[in-house]
């Protein structure tokens, strides 16, 4: 009985890993992406840390938590960073280019122009500040 369990708890490591990886995999290849988009975005670069936030006029949870975690940061961080907001509904074909599938999604690009963190889904504040202290 205790093989069983302990091959039970062996396969479900391994999904979790797997899931892990896949997750991983996914984000790495959205910031390839961006990173080979970014001239059409930003040119030139505003050497300072950029924030492209994805939205739509309908999505609650970029009106309710999102827009007001963005405007914390600006608010924080002042003319040292620059938020960049798209609205996917007006511009699908740049939404597509960035690999976005929903909003709100962020990417976190570097003074240098380089795309270092993607959040799929509403990031807080604070994970936010964290990403960009870790810049």
Request: proline share 7%; with cysteine; glycine share 6%.
């Amino acid at each position: 009985m205790s093989s069983e369990l302990l091959l039970r708890f062996a396969f479900a490591i391994g999904i979790i890993i797997f899931g892990v990886a896949v997750y991983w995999f996914i984000n790495q290849r959205l910031l390839s992406r961006a990173g080979n988009n970014i001239n059409n975005l930003l040119n030139p670069l505003p050497n300072k840390p950029v924030i492209v936030y994805f939205t739509t006029p309908d999505c609650v949870p970029c009106k309710t938590i999102q827009r007001p975690a963005l405007d914390k940061l600006t608010s924080t961080y002042g003319d040292k960073l620059q938020v960049l907001e798209i609205d996917a509904t007006e511009r699908p074909d740049l939404a597509k280019t960035w690999g976005v599938m929903s909003v709100p999604t962020t990417f976190l690009l570097d003074s240098h122009g380089k795309p270092r963190y993607v959040n799929n889904g509403v990031a807080r504040a604070e994970k936010l500040i964290e990403q960009l202290q870790n810049l």
